[in-house]
């Protein structure tokens, strides 16, 4: 049975706020007792006081034809739901938001301070007032049309896919033939879905092989459904998520497009309650010239988890999966992008320096399946050579989880479908000097194969043929494999093309 995630969350939103509104409380006192004037005495206008905060942190989703499931721009919608505002913004259900602070600063983070959501608290309280009309800012102005101006190059489906308006998350991938004339360089992907309320996220990849056409084609309806982990052997040039328009790649960095490749999009809907269309419309903007800087993802653990080993039993609402990997180069990080499924809990990526000092990069406290973001940092963060990079995921797969997709629980393993599993987080670099580019891609290469070394020697019923292969490598018979044995094995199976596709780049 499949459980509806959203409606227990709510639940729990509610729940939490009332705690969080036991704090408020305590923080009100301590702030007037402070300042010696009662802030009640002056209760807080929809035109002065709520309308900037409203305009400003949630306008962007709640207005017509976006994710918000309301608008939120005129009085009467607010006012109607000033309470279930106050409600949603003290339990941090609203503006969405899942990196915890403090660590490494973000680039625009969706938070709201302690003050305004004061305000909107009182503000209810108040009984919501309009105030004085003559106060109210300028409602906010969304441009239509492109963010950027006009791409460079407009694909569109040929045909609308329809969605049912009930039943299960729908997985479907769609190819939009490229038909470049040379390799292109691209700085930046503008996706636009006709259906917002039913995209939750959308992953692009490039296919240079043909394969993802012949699958479309072997369909009647537009795109084609995954099947054997076809989009692994794609190389991935990152996404859209709800909540962000245009991905931008930071100044003078570039994917290159190469001109034999097909753009697929893999996109993730959730039935809205009715039958609904959906028609992507993408806009790519190309760079004048090829990029002078290459940057790098670092993912860990890499394959998002595919080479992990990730099996969580039914029931268990602690397991772990970690991953390292130390910097062979000092590098320069610039964002980073968690990824896992409804069990992922709590998502952490720690930078160790050599002195032993550590550094929180990421941190998502309570992992939100539907918020795929990729989290930007307000300033590069240098990492020096020999940095150790350590993530750590948690996933829960009790029964108590409100977003365990099955009840009760069952077994999960690692696998494309969203009721399976994976996880990773991917740290975006750049290298400090250009020429250890390769040197990083190299190790990461190298710690990718350690991986598939070590899990086949793990599993005690693993393939017996491949394991077989790979103590040919066991040059002292001790039936493992050594340091002095590793190199060797690593280059042979880089050169065999086991490495699962798509590794670095990705966004
Ligand atoms: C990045 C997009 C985004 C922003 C910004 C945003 N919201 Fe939302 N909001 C949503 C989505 C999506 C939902 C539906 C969530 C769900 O049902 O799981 C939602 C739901 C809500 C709900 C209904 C909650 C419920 O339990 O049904 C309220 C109330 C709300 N938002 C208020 C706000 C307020 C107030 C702000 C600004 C302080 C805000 N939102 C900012 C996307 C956004």
Redesign the pocket.
């Known amino acids: 049975m499949i459980a509806e995630p959203?409606f227990k969350?709510?639940i729990r939103?509610?729940q939490r706020s009332s705690a969080a509104l036991a704090a408020l409380v305590a923080s009100c006192a301590l702030a007037s007792s402070a300042t010696g004037s009662d802030p009640a005495d002056s209760p807080p206008t929809f035109t002065e006081h709520v309308a900037p905060?409203?305009f400003r942190?949630?306008?962007?989703?709640?207005r017509p034809g976006?994710?918000?499931?309301?608008p939120?721009l005129a009085y009467p919608d607010?006012r109607r739901?000033a309470r279930?505002?106050a409600?949603?913004?003290e339990s941090k259900?609203?503006?969405?938001w899942h990196a915890e602070l403090g660590h490494v600063e973000f680039l625009s983070p969706?938070v709201?301070s302690e003050q305004?959501i004061a305000t909107?608290r009182r503000w209810f309280e108040a009984g919501a007032p309009e105030g004085d009309p003559k106060k109210l800012p300028k409602p906010p102005e969304f441009p239509e049309g492109w963010q950027l101006g006009k791409p460079d190059l407009v694909l569109k489906m040929d045909r609308p896919f329809q969605l049912y308006a009930e039943g299960k998350d729908v997985y479907r991938n769609f190819v939009f033939p490229l038909n470049l004339p040379e390799d292109k360089w691209v700085r930046a992907v503008e996706f636009r879905p006709s259906a917002r309320s039913i995209v939750h996220h959308a992953l692009f990849f490039l296919d240079t092989t043909g394969a993802a056409r012949e699958a479309d084609a072997a369909e009647p309806e537009p795109g084609f459904q995954e099947k054997g982990r076809l989009t692994l052997r794609f190389t991935p040039v990152g996404g859209w998520a709800?909540?962000?328009n245009v991905r931008v790649l930071p100044e003078g960095l570039a994917y290159r497009y190469p001109k034999d490749a097909d753009f697929v999009v893999q996109t993730h809907f959730h039935p809205s309650g009715k039958v609904e269309e959906e028609q992507t419309t993408i806009g790519l903007y190309f760079a004048d010239q090829p990029p002078k800087r290459s940057f790098v993802g670092i993912q860990l653990p890499p394959a998002f988890g595919e080479i992990s080993g990730l099996d969580i039993p039914a029931g268990e609402s602690h397991y772990v999966v970690r991953d390292a990997f130390t910097l062979p180069v000092e590098v320069e990080a610039f964002s980073v992008a968690p990824h896992a499924h409804y069990l992922g809990k709590t998502l952490t990526m720690k930078a160790r320096f050599s002195d032993g000092r550590e550094q929180v990069l990421l941190r998502i406290p309570e992992w939100d399946f539907?918020w795929q973001e990729q989290y930007g940092f307000k300033q590069r963060v240098t990492l020096p050579k020999g940095t150790r990079l350590e993530t750590e995921l948690v996933y829960d797969n009790s029964a108590d989880n409100p977003r365990n997709p099955t009840s009760p629980p069952v077994r999960v393993r690692w696998g494309p479908m969203s009721t399976d599993e994976m996880g990773s987080i991917t740290l975006h670099v750049v290298a400090a000097r250009e020429e250890d580019t390769a040197v990083l891609e190299e190790a990461l290469k190298d710690h990718i194969a350690d991986l598939v070394i070590d899990r086949a020697l793990q599993r005690p019923r693993g393939n017996q043929i491949v394991k077989a292969m790979l103590l040919r490598f066991d040059r002292n018979g001790d039936g493992d494999i050594d340091a002095e044995e590793r190199p060797e094995l690593r280059n042979f199976i880089k050169n065999q093309g086991w490495l699962p596709g798509g590794l670095n780049n990705s966004f």
């Open positions: 959203r969350l709510r939103a509610a905060i409203i942190n949630c306008a962007s989703c709640h976006e994710i918000g499931p309301f939120l607010v739901r279930q505002i409600e949603v913004t259900f609203m503006p969405p969706r709201l305004q909107l709800v909540g962000s539907a």
